[in-house]
């Protein structure tokens, strides 16, 4: 069997950034490498009925090369359509393809994938050997605790190694469960409480799984901790609205010389990528909004995030804005 992973893919999953909606697109992708040049990266979830009719494959899987070891996060319950997506991932070079069993929300219900599938093994099963078996890539799978009254610990181990005899490779367990009717998402990240110690105690249960804990981790030491027990910590929130509190990842997760960067040199790092993307017909917007948690906690951020989204989000804004908004943070020491 080939091994796809890339060199820097080796057990990348001790530390990794979430998949979320809205945020980590390719630019927040490309943001995040300038702060970890090891940490797992996951796209946003893509449907596989979308990937299965795009005429914008391009527009929906280009990345750019910095963002390996990246994950492409899949939704959908049609093995034959999962499968194409594994193939369209492997074609494209990602690193591993992984099913997302844990998207509470309304579309995905209807849609009959993410959340609801918990209550399914055999399809998940199904699905996973299908994108097993049509691609080189390992196929993981992200999860919650279970779901409405199905969220026994018989039921999520039996779940576990239903889903790891057909193939996955890795569980990321979000450590809480999900109310399908009632709550929404965003509801379903707060309301249900984090139960860390059930995904510890599934990875004492099955020593043999490797297990990436999920939910709540704040700190690069949250992760530390949660490695004391568990495979991998993911962390989704927390990165994206502080990113620069994980700079010392790649020193405490991996053992790499300790590498610190501030919010000024990030976006001096990001200056060829946007040039790249505005000769395309991108927008400066499409990159900034994703800047403005750099900076925060000192004076003047408040200022330095309102003139950036102003001057930003005007169409005709070209890569000076962003060098500008460099050089204040730079003369500002920041
Ligand atoms: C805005 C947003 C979008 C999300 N989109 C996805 C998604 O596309 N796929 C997924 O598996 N989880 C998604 N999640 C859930 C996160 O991956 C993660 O499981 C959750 O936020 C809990 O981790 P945290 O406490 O570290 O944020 C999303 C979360 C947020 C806040």
Redesign the pocket.
């Known amino acids: 069997m080939i091994n796809a992973l890339t060199p820097q893919a080796d057990r990348a999953y001790r530390f990794s950034v ?6 980590t697109d390719r630019h927040f992708r490309v943001l995040m490498r300038q702060i970890s040049r090891r940490a797992l990266l996951y796209t ?2 893509m449907v596989a009925q979308a990937l299965e009719h795009s005429d914008h494959l391009d527009h929906l899987l280009n990345y750019d090369n910095i963002e390996h070891p990246l994950s492409l ?1 899949v939704g959908g319950d049609n093995p034959k359509m999962l499968a194409k997506a594994a193939r369209l991932a492997e074609a494209w070079g990602y690193d591993e393809i992984n099913l ?1 069993v ?2 509470p929300s309304p579309r995905a219900q209807a849609g009959n994938f993410g959340a609801c599938l918990m209550a399914k093994p055999d399809q998940v099963a199904r699905c996973v050997e299908a994108m097993a078996n049509a691609s080189n890539l390992p196929v993981t799978v ?1 999860h919650r605790l279970g779901i409405d009254d199905l969220d026994s610990d018989s039921l999520l181990i039996n779940f576990v190694d239903r889903i790891s005899i057909a193939g996955a490779k890795r569980f990321a367990v ?1 450590a809480r469960k999900a109310w399908l009717e009632g709550l929404d998402p965003k509801q379903n ?1 707060t309301i249900p409480p984090l139960q860390h110690e059930r995904v510890n105690q599934l990875k004492q249960q099955r020593p043999q799984l490797t297990i990436e804990i ?4 704040n700190t690069p030491k949250d992760c530390l901790q949660a490695l004391q027990n568990c495979d991998g910590a993911m ?4 990165v994206y609205a502080h990113p620069l509190r994980w700079q010392s990842i790649d020193e405490v997760i991996y053992g790499e010389p300790p590498r610190l960067i501030n919010a000024s040199q990030v976006i001096k790092g990001l200056l060829p990528y946007t040039e790249t993307h505005l000769s395309r017909g991108g927008r400066l917007w499409d990159l900034c909004r994703h800047l403005l948690q750099l900076v925060e906690s000192v004076p003047g951020a408040r200022s330095w995030r309102r003139d950036l989204g102003v001057k930003a989000q005007n169409s005709n804004a070209d890569l000076s804005v962003l060098q500008k908004a460099a050089q204040q943070l730079e003369d500002a020491g920041l």
């Open positions: 979430a998949p979320m909606l809205d945020c946003e979830m996060q997302n844990g998207c992200k979000h990240r999920n939910g709540g981790l962390v989704g929130r927390a």
